[in-house]
């Protein structure tokens, strides 16, 4: 199981950390992503990160204010937000894939999902 948390009301520029924690199995092994959905769109992919994070997407509109990380030993995946803005308002959820970390994994490729967490980011 994964739990995605760290979400909540913030204004534009704040930083949050959103953090996905697993539970019931180890996902050290695991590619993991963040994912958003805004009201109306569809879930896009946001980053992933490789199972020993030495490889990692961010998507082009987060890149330089989002940074992912993971700590294998806490079984845990973060998401560090910087300079938000209220276009990043969303849930976030975060996901793991069994699959090798690649820049074109889909939300398909992903085995398992966590409940999301609301961030929203006023102007």
């Known amino acids: 199981q994964l739990q995605a948390s760290g979400g909540g009301l913030v204004q534009a520029g704040a930083s949050l950390r959103l953090s996905c924690a697993a539970s019931?199995?180890?996902?050290?092994?695991?590619?993991v992503g963040w994912f958003r959905q805004a009201p109306g769109k569809e879930r896009e992919s946001v980053a992933a990160?490789?199972?020993?994070?030495?490889?990692?997407y961010h998507t082009d509109s987060v890149k330089g204010r989002f940074t992912i990380s993971r700590i294998n030993a806490k079984n845990t995946v973060y998401l560090q937000m910087n300079g938000l803005k209220p276009e990043d308002t969303a849930v976030y959820y975060c996901?793991?894939?069994?699959?090798?970390?690649?820049?074109?994994?889909?939300?398909?490729?992903?085995?398992?999902w966590g409940q999301g967490t609301l961030v929203t980011v006023s102007s």
């Open positions: 996901a793991a894939s069994r699959r090798t970390f690649s820049d074109y994994l889909t939300l398909n490729d992903y085995d398992y």
């Open positions: 019931g199995r180890t996902f050290s092994s695991y590619t």
């Open positions: 990160i490789s199972w020993n994070s030495d490889k990692r």
